[in-house]
């Protein structure tokens, strides 16, 4: 009897996972405690649900590693990319979706694909060996029950961090006298972005509230060990009083036209949210504020003293496993190989990273029901060096979540030029040559798959 795949989770990594699989002729069952138990940060009982921001960063495919990403999913027939680009909104050079146009058409594809079926139920044991073959998909908001069942399993080694999620802002409450449109450096189309500038000592009078402010508690178990690339907005304050104007309110790039000879010290951008643009979401303004002190304090930014808010920010716990200590070369768990694990529980991080690892898994276990010898994507490539940083030994101890970056691709040092001569590339130029290695490579694994 051919085995049937089970997929845990139906976020990113668990949809991917699933189409891939089924696209290969598998039959999958998708297990999602969603709708009848819900997380501490999920909101709809859609598929592929993204409860942080609304963006899957830059889209530049010759300069971008998460821009290159996006493309070698492209390629890849990737359900997550396809739902994204039909449901895109305006955001400069980044690729960004109205939230839940795009969970609803994930939704959708997958439960009209013929070799899918839905199971909604609360996974809580470990899954037997009963033939069949499983993909632990259930991410960073994986349930209690789950997480001590797979703690049981792999002697307790995991690692939590923390992961805030940023306001929404209904843009009808911004005060356009203050506010303007502009996208930085005049990147895209110039409405993109809503921004609100601050003097020096609007500035200062910010951070200082931010430093005062009643943050929610942690529980006396609890450690909080945040991921660098989401940091609450109060954290960052915390680590220097500049340190916000040399992070997400960097004023560089944008002009106010309320006051053109006069720069602002700082800038507060909102992001388009929804199809509408009905919804502003506050970029870089993850927290973990209480409710009342973000309504408070964000208020004082100009052009949002009246602000309403369609969502405040909140926290939430994210768990990872040691990934290059429990999984093999294809995700399997060593000890269990008909269990696989895929998405932001293995240790990567960010949207895209986790469904380009759900691709993966879902492709390596295919090949493993249909008695195919799977192929490694080039380490070249994004998706390669994704699955490299899951299998990185150098420091176990340390292991940590990683975005996809240009560090963690073998290095271009240079080239030959047509004289037999060395020539080092910098900048912008090595970042082009690693995104047409990758491409190039990536369409040659595609070519043999």
């Given at each position: ?21 089924a696209q290969r002729g598998i039959s999958v069952v998708i297990h999602e405690m969603r709708p009848k138990k819900t997380s501490p940060a999920h909101k709809t009982a859609y598929c592929a649900e993204l409860v942080c921001s609304n963006s899957l960063r830059s889209d530049d495919c010759e300069h ?386």
């Amino acid at each position: 009897m051919t085995p049937i795949l089970h997929v845990i989770g139906a976020g990113l990594a668990g949809s991917e996972a699933a189409w891939q699989a089924a696209q290969r002729g598998i039959s999958v069952v998708i297990h999602e405690m969603r709708p009848k138990k819900t997380s501490p940060a999920h909101k709809t009982a859609y598929c592929a649900e993204l409860v942080c921001s609304n963006s899957l960063r830059s889209d530049d495919c010759e300069h971008n590693a998460v821009g290159l990403m996006h493309q070698e999913m492209r390629m890849g027939k990737s359900l997550i990319m396809q739902c994204a680009d039909a449901t895109k909104v305006p955001a400069g050079g980044a690729l960004a979706v109205d939230r839940e146009r795009f969970a609803a058409m994930v939704t959708d594809k997958l439960k009209k694909h013929p070799l899918i079926r839905f199971v909604y139920e609360e996974v809580t044991d470990f899954p037997a060996n009963d033939g069949n073959l499983y993909i632990i998909a259930s991410g960073p908001l994986t349930s209690n029950a789950l997480i001590e069942a797979i703690l049981r399993e792999v002697d307790g080694q995991t690692l939590n961090f923390f992961d805030a999620i940023a306001p929404v802002v209904y843009k009808d409450s911004i005060d356009f006298s203050k506010a303007w449109y502009q996208s930085r450096y005049d990147k895209g189309d110039k409405f993109d972005y809503i921004n609100c500038p601050m003097s020096k000592e609007e500035y200062y009078l910010f951070v200082e509230a931010l430093l005062k402010a009643e943050k929610v508690e942690f529980h006396d178990f609890e450690k909080a060990e945040y991921f660098d690339g989401c940091l609450p907005i109060e954290v960052m304050a915390e680590r220097g009083l500049e340190t916000l104007v040399y992070g997400p309110m960097k004023p560089v790039g944008l002009t106010n036209p309320h006051q053109p000879h006069q720069k602002p010290y700082a800038v507060v951008q909102l992001r388009q949210d929804n199809q509408e643009d009905t919804l502003r979401n506050m970029v870089g303004f993850q927290t973990k504020l209480k409710y009342g002190e973000q309504q408070r304090i964000f208020r004082m930014i100009p052009g949002l003293e009246k602000a309403e808010f369609a969502r405040l920010g909140g926290i939430h716990k994210n768990t990872f496993i040691k990934s290059p200590l429990l999984l093999d070369h294809t995700l399997r768990l060593k000890t269990k190989p008909y269990i696989r694990f895929a998405g932001q529980i293995t240790g990567c991080e960010g949207y895209i990273e986790s469904a380009s690892v759900g691709w993966l898994s879902g492709y390596f276990a295919a090949c493993e029901i249909l008695g195919k010898e799977p192929i490694l994507p080039p380490k070249t490539t994004a998706f390669g060096a994704m699955l490299g940083h899951l299998q990185d030994q150098t420091n176990i101890e340390n292991y940590q979540p990683m975005n996809i970056n240009f560090g963690i691709f073998p290095t271009i040092q240079g080239e030959i030029t047509t004289n037999g001569k060395f020539r080092k590339i910098k900048g912008a130029e090595r970042k082009e040559a690693y995104c047409r290695r990758a491409l190039e490579d990536f369409k040659n694994w595609m070519e043999k798959l």
